[in-house]
């Protein structure tokens, strides 16, 4: 079964400092996607980003953006010039397309300091 | 688009009273997940359905579990009886199988606690 491994468990910075989220995955398939969440104080789960596994183009959204490499199984995400309301916990997933279902990682607590 | 509605968003019962969360899909999603979230264990995938079909409930903790979808609008999770252990987020989502540009779009969750 696909294994997502986010080794970070809490990250601190202070406003305005870029900050990296990592995210390592294990699949034996060809045909995958990774996702990002975030989950606020609130609790809703948000969906960030989809990724699929023939797309190694990096992605970026206003201050997000992401880092896909294959060769290292990596799926990174940056957040530049950080806010306060980025404190959440954020997760990645992956998702094996022969069984459809998405597997989360631990998941990143990520503290913004004013 | 209203999204994924779960209900109850809040639930607190007895050890060993029976237990039924209830979600809607969003309309013309064919794929419908139940997760839990706990502190111990994170997010845990309980069960999927591929157009009202469950397709893996390897994820079911024990025979206590249940979930069915009668309908493409319409599932429940159901927990009889209910233990302390169970007390968790619980959440459903929902997607459209074979979409590359769709994610997976949650409900709010219903936080269950059992006493």
């Known amino acids: 079964a696909q294994k997502v491994t986010q080794a970070q468990t809490e990250i601190s910075v202070v406003e305005k400092e870029d900050v990296t989220l990592d995210c390592v995955y294990e699949t034996r398939d060809t045909t995958y996607y990774l996702f990002w969440y975030k989950q606020p104080p609130s609790g809703e789960l948000v969906f960030l980003i989809r990724?699929?596994?023939?797309?190694?183009q990096n992605e970026i959204s206003g201050r997000y953006s992401w880092n896909f490499q294959k060769s290292t199984s990596s799926f990174n995400f940056t957040i530049t010039a950080s806010q306060v309301v980025d404190s959440a916990v954020y997760f990645c997933?992956?998702?094996?397309?022969?069984?459809?279902?998405?597997?989360f990682g631990a998941g990143t607590r990520l503290t913004v300091k004013p | 688009d209203a999204g994924v509605i779960q209900s109850p968003r809040h639930e607190v019962t007895e050890m060993g009273q029976e237990v039924t969360l209830r979600c809607k899909p969003i309309?013309?999603?064919?794929?419908l997940f139940w997760y839990r979230q706990t502190m111990m264990r994170g997010l845990e995938l309980l069960i999927y359905f591929n157009n009202n079909v469950p397709i893996d409930d390897s994820g079911m903790p024990e025979d206590r579990f249940s979930a069915k979808m009668p309908n493409a609008s319409f599932s429940t999770l159901k927990i009889q009886p209910s233990e302390p252990r169970d007390s968790a987020v619980y959440f459903c989502?929902?997607?459209?199988?074979?979409?590359?540009?769709?994610?997976?779009?949650f409900g709010s969750g219903t936080r269950l606690t059992v006493v």
């Open positions: 990724r699929n596994s023939f797309d190694e």
């Open positions: 997933a992956l998702s094996e397309a022969r069984n459809n279902d998405m597997r």
């Open positions: 989502a929902s997607t459209l199988e074979g979409s590359a540009n769709y994610g997976y779009t």
């Open positions: 309309s013309g999603h064919n794929s």
